[in-house]
């Protein structure tokens, strides 16, 4: 394991009550990062288990979006896997931050004090979808020093390496003036601003041609309702770090065994970035879906769940909660 000093404490660990999961409850620490951010953890298994996965969820998402995953992985592989997942600053549990700590780069920070706080050690997953997988391309681009723990297993789920306000629906804030307008708007009228962010997503989500009318609708659905339950400030605090955004650079040095996963119907990350991450990190897999769409995470679970389990090494069945089942 690789060393670096940093302030992240663990604050009082309580054990969970009430998850959606059809699994033995998590702990539920809670991580203070190094500028005093409290940030809402799920674990899952012991530490002593055989590998560890970590999971980072997309902008104005919760660890929840990976419940399916969670309960597949913990009823799967039972005692011989640990399963962390955790709310970004400024997102579900979490405590909220000053808007100029919404950054990529922060986040990444934040996953470092994550895997610090919590001592993993050993094989490690990381497993994002969309920004929750440019977190992880982040944390990658960190010195080997300041990456705790370097990870085996990579899975990146309809996300980028940059060219945000190129493709997609980033074409609709492709300039710094957008979102900087954007973001000084959100301390004199936070609906018009709530608005302005969330009336292209939503029209954007509901006009993609590869997905049939109830897909379309339920996806619509989920977007409206994560955009409606984070915090404004959140929403539109990302944006300027997300229109800057670029870690191509980092994509050659990448060391872990990694599966990205797209969807050809994505208007937010469009296939073309799955295709530059491919050609760029060695030996990566690409796991395309002609019809899917963003959420992923919700669209085609089962495909996420073997990607994962491509980059583990445990065998199937270890541990005594494995024997309740295995479905996807």
């Not at 394991?1 to 539920?28: F, H, N, W, Y």
């Not at 301390?187 to 939503?202: E, I, M, T």
């Amino acid at each position: 394991m690789k060393t670096s000093v940093v302030s992240a404490e663990l604050a009082q660990t309580v054990p969970a009550r009430g998850d959606p999961l059809d699994c033995p409850d998590p702990i539920r620490p809670r991580v203070i990062t190094r500028d005093g951010v409290q940030l809402a953890v799920r674990d899952h298994g012991p530490r002593s288990a055989g590998h560890t996965v970590v999971f980072l969820h997309g902008f104005c998402l919760t660890h929840a979006s990976w419940a399916r995953h969670i309960q597949y992985l913990v009823r799967r592989y039972g005692d011989g896997i640990r399963v962390i997942a955790y709310d970004h600053r400024g997102h579900g549990d979490s405590a909220g931050a000053p808007m100029n700590t919404y950054r990529i780069d922060q986040l990444a920070t934040d996953l470092a004090d994550v895997l610090l706080a919590l001592n993993v050690t050993g094989p490690v997953t990381l497993v994002g979808h969309s920004m929750g997988g440019m977190t992880a391309l982040a944390y990658l681009g960190r010195p080997l020093v300041d990456q705790p723990v370097e990870p085996d297993g990579l899975v990146l789920v309809a996300t980028a390496a940059g060219k945000l306000a190129q493709r997609g629906l980033g074409r609709l804030l492709a300039t710094a003036h957008a979102t900087t307008a954007l973001f000084r708007l959100v301390d004199h009228a936070p609906h018009q601003a709530f608005k302005a962010l969330a009336g292209p997503v939503l029209a954007a989500l509901n006009r993609q041609g590869d997905v049939g009318n109830a897909q379309r609708a339920t996806l619509v659905a989920l977007a409206a309702a994560a955009l409606a339950t984070t915090p404004v400030s959140t929403a539109v605090g990302f944006l300027p770090a997300l229109y800057r955004y670029d870690q191509y650079q980092t994509l050659g040095s990448i060391r872990a065994h990694t599966v990205i996963v797209s969807g050809g119907a994505d208007v937010l990350t469009p296939p073309a970035h799955s295709l530059d991450l491919a050609a760029a990190i060695p030996g990566a897999t690409h796991v395309h879906i002609p019809h899917a769409g963003h959420m992923l995470t919700h669209e085609a679970s089962p495909i996420i769940n073997e990607a994962i389990g491509r980059t583990l090494t445990i065998p199937y069945g270890m541990g005594r909660f494995a024997a309740a089942g295995n479905g996807s």
